[in-house]
């Protein structure tokens, strides 16, 4: 049973950066599509970031502010994805989700996901 835990969201201003980590039980980041979605008060859950074997993409909000990354270790004990967040803007407000595509080699990461982390709140002031 895959299990994906998000860390390190908070209250910060804008202009700053933020770093969210996702850690990863259960299977192997190398064989997955990784990405993360963000939901705002009141509004759908979008697609932010995802790496794949294509490579990584992102939003076109986010594009040239967020870079996702991952950290793979040979004897599965740290299998961690991140998001690094910078130029902050208050529009950037969201509860921020890891996902998972059970295929590295996707034709269209994230389209499908099937596990989900449970979130972690970021907040923008002005």
């Known amino acids: 049973q895959m299990q994906l835990v998000e860390s390190g969201g908070g209250l910060v201003q804008a202009g700053d950066s933020l770093r969210l980590s996702c850690a990863a039980s259960?299977?192997?980041?190398?064989?997955?599509?990784m990405g993360w979605f963000r939901q705002a008060p009141g509004k759908e859950r979008e697609f932010v970031a995802a790496?794949?074997?294509?490579?990584?993409?992102?939003?076109?909000s986010v594009r040239g502010r967020f870079t996702i990354s991952r950290d793979n270790t040979k004897d599965n004990a740290k299998n961690m994805v991140y998001l690094q967040m910078n130029s902050l803007k208050p529009e950037d407000t969201a509860v921020y989700y890891c996902?998972?595509?059970?295929?590295?080699?996707?034709?269209?990461?994230?389209?499908?996901?099937?596990?989900w982390g449970k979130g972690t709140l970021v907040t923008v002031s002005s």
């Open positions: 996902a998972a595509e059970g295929t590295y080699y996707s034709d269209s990461p994230l389209n499908t996901v099937d596990y």
């Open positions: 259960g299977r192997t980041l190398s064989t997955l599509s």
């Open positions: 790496d794949s074997w294509g490579g990584t993409f992102y939003s076109d």
